[in-house]
């Protein structure tokens, strides 16, 4: 493809290690408005509504691409990335936006910086609908209700794509219970055991690996390109009429770690934590590896979580084993659990990493 | 306007105080995107071009409407803005970028920074044409060969708009020697004198503030608006065939300072020095202030220069005493100058202003 015809390139947002970059040709380009819009149509967004568009990078597959897609739309886009996070409050509330997009962790630190630093609550500027994507974490129902509630938004909708295949794929209709699929018309879907590579049916309860294949792209097609997202399919029809499959992410497989010879996703624990204790642990949490890239752990996988606001100190000793018990019923491995007081996990602006490196 | 109409806010870039929000229809989108597509047709991008979009922040003008313009012109457009510094000159480099965009402040800043930092000259990138606007500059010949030297590039081309009207309308044809306006299929321009308000034809010559009006604007439109730029008329004619008025923007009429109820403009200034002195004294000056909004002068106007790196310390006394005589001499005004090192005088990554307050 000669480089008369690539109108833009996008890449991988490189949070860790080198970005990839991909091309696309104008038609390229259409497709790709066609399918974003769509996608933020499925989660709710009009062409009355006014979106803070809060990505910082305009590069990545959320940030021009997002851009696009929500114009395609009708909607009117307020692109208040890039920033400082005072001036992203500031113009929210000048222009009046009842929407926002963000990543996930952004939505929670922005909310918290709103209270915080800027001294009003972030309720009190008036959204109405809250997009997060970027990674797992929409799809918890704590992390939900914690971002909800900091709000004061109940229309909250999880978004996905790929910037490989095409930056917005997938968002959660009014009816919720995980994703649909929104990009029909240029992009075909597979689900496989990501072990075997056999093709599993697109029936509910069903798991596995996303596979995308390009029908027409022009520049940098990709053809049964393996996603790495493991999903579950939560339904296969909707009572909102849309015929295509619905999924949650449930892990990357390259983020999964084993302990003793059984497979875990660090969002497993987090959801299997939140699910029985999220009365009094936080849906922030920490897996301490002791190198980069470490995958195996042969002794009980170290894990901090930060506490609840009110919880007490002379319940954290029964607390730990009560919480180490659950993870070795349901997930079948052990984990060794730290309770640190409320903050001590560092928000990040991006996408946040539930695995990190001691000492590093 | 309903909010349903709009797809779009733009914003001026809020250097200074706070910004301002503008709104465009699509339709109004797609006029931005024909004039400033022709801006850079104007300024010799072309399809085959891979341009790197250095803007940092989308919601200004120079930010997500250039990124459109570009993209309908049909060049390939790599926004490695808001990225660290570093990243940025590595997508550059692994993009194999041909063009770049940016204003005129970053393209000293980025070329410095690739020398000093990266420890590789800017010419080892291989591009071959610099686009450079946002701020006066460009238009002086010094900078521009001490631009053209640092990246190795004789296409040199100054581009200019305006967010309240259109993010780009002027632009430098391959002729040199003046910016065509490029917008005429959607705005109508006038020049006035800026004290009388008299309109003052396009004469070669004529020196004045530029009006402009828009058609068919939906949101936000304009009638008469009052720029603030002054500018001089260096063509009505050009060899490339354009038929539209060629200008060189000399000033703002809100940084024209007052000594001794003589009007001058910072950038003159700079000019005269630099047309007289740049054997011996760089671009890079500014005046010192005693408050903000400081517009009149009754003393000496203080102003640091800095000196270029082979300058010698006995030379600087009888230098300051004929440079001061030169700035007399030319635009009848009294400047008290000092010369400073190389590199004292801090480059900024965005627009620098020529005149700074002191102990601020």
Chains 1, 2 share one sequence.
């Not at 939560?234 to 390259?254: F, M, V, W």
Request: glycine share 8%.
């Amino acid at each position: 493809m000669p480089t008369s015809e690539i109108v833009q390139t996008v890449s991988s947002s490189g949070t860790s290690g080198r970005s990839v970059h991909y091309a696309l040709t104008a038609s390229d380009h259409a497709k790709w408005n066609d399918g974003i819009a769509n996608m933020f149509f499925t989660a709710g967004i009009r062409p009355t509504d006014v979106i803070a568009h809060l990505t910082r990078l305009p590069m990545v597959g959320g940030g021009l691409p997002y851009a696009d897609g929500l114009r395609k739309l009708g909607a009117t886009v307020v692109w208040a990335g890039g920033m400082s996070t005072e001036r992203t409050l500031e113009t929210i509330k000048t222009l009046q936006a009842t929407a926002l997009t963000a990543t996930v962790s952004f939505e929670v630190y922005l909310a918290e910086h709103c209270r915080e630093v800027m001294g009003y609550p972030p309720s009190s500027l008036g959204l109405e609908k809250l997009i997060g994507g970027g990674e797992p974490g929409m799809g918890q129902p704590e992390i939900r209700s914690q971002i909800s509630e900091a709000w004061g938004v109940t229309h909250l909708r999880e978004a996905m794509g790929l910037s490989d295949v095409m930056a917005g794929m997938w968002a959660e209709c009014g009816q919720g219970n995980g994703m649909h699929f929104c990009a029909q018309r240029h992009v075909a879907i597979e689900l496989i055991d990501p072990d075997t590579q056999d093709q599993v049916p697109w029936a509910e309860g069903a798991t596995g690996e996303v596979l995308y294949t390009t029908f027409s792209r022009e520049a940098t097609p990709v053809l049964r390109f393996r996603s790495g997202d493991i999903v579950v399919v939560t339904e296969t029809s909707c009572a909102c009429s849309r015929t295509s499959p619905k999924i949650r992410c449930i892990g990357r497989s390259d983020d999964m770690l084993i302990y003793k010879a059984m497979n875990v996703f660090p969002s497993a624990i987090r959801d299997v934590i939140l699910d029985e204790h999220s009365d009094h642990l936080s849906p922030h949490m920490r897996i301490w590896a002791e190198e980069v890239g470490q995958v195996k752990f042969d002794h009980p996988i170290p894990l901090e979580v930060e506490a609840n606001m009110d919880l007490e100190e002379t319940m954290v000793q029964a607390l730990s084993g009560r919480v180490e018990a659950t993870v070795r019923e349901r997930l079948g491995i052990r984990v060794a659990l730290t309770v640190v007081a409320p903050g001590t996990i560092p928000r990040t602006d991006y996408k946040t990493a539930l695995v990190q490196v001691r000492d590093s």
